[in-house]
């Protein structure tokens, strides 16, 4: 029993290891993405971003760099999605759409021409690459869910709220755009503030 006991302690660091290697390897590609796109996410720089021996990326990423892509897009996807459904219960609709914004701005706060969003990186990558669309699309459609919800709850009819819930996301990702091409969060801070606007007219 102690043998069996010494042989899964043995093995933890391995694995915790093994983890965390991945992880950062994950946050090194959502990294890129966002600030190079995917043309421009080198493998070697993966790499170094995430403090890994190149070799590792094929063993914890088979696929190279579309695997890489796909799921670092679902992986911010997912973060994405939880804080907003998180903000949503904490500080309502009109807190949520600030710090919608606030999540992009402060990644780059010191480099905001590195403003950026990789599901959008890979959305415009390979669009005709089935996976790499699906990916981009489920989390764009996972950030729209939660504030259709809360319109719902507001009284605002389904149509309406999918809408206002489409724009919001769309409105945000354009927003990016423009923030890259001038170097500047000011066009996110601009259309985050007419999405406020919008929603106290909707409510």
Known sequence: ??????RIADGEPAERKRRDGRALLLKGARQL????GYA???????????????GSIYHHFPGGKRQLAIEA???????????IER????HGLRGTLERFGEIFRRRVADHP????????????ARPEDPDLAAA???????WERPIAAALLDEGVGRAEAEEFAGLVVSTVEGALIRARAAGDTAPLDSAIGGLERALDALL
């Open 73 to 83: 897009a679902e992986q911010e996807g997912e973060e994405i999605g939880a804080l």
């Open 113 to 124: 021409e590195r403003i950026g969003c990789p599901v959008a990186a890979a959305a415009l």
């Open 1 to 6: 029993m102690t043998v069996g006991i010494a």
């Open 40 to 54: 421009g996410m080198e493998l070697r720089d993966v790499a170094e971003r995430g403090k890994a021996p190149r």
């Open 33 to 36: 993405l966002a600030e190079k």
């Open 87 to 90: 903000s949503l219960e904490e």
């Open 136 to 142: 981009a699309t489920a989390s764009f459609q996972s």
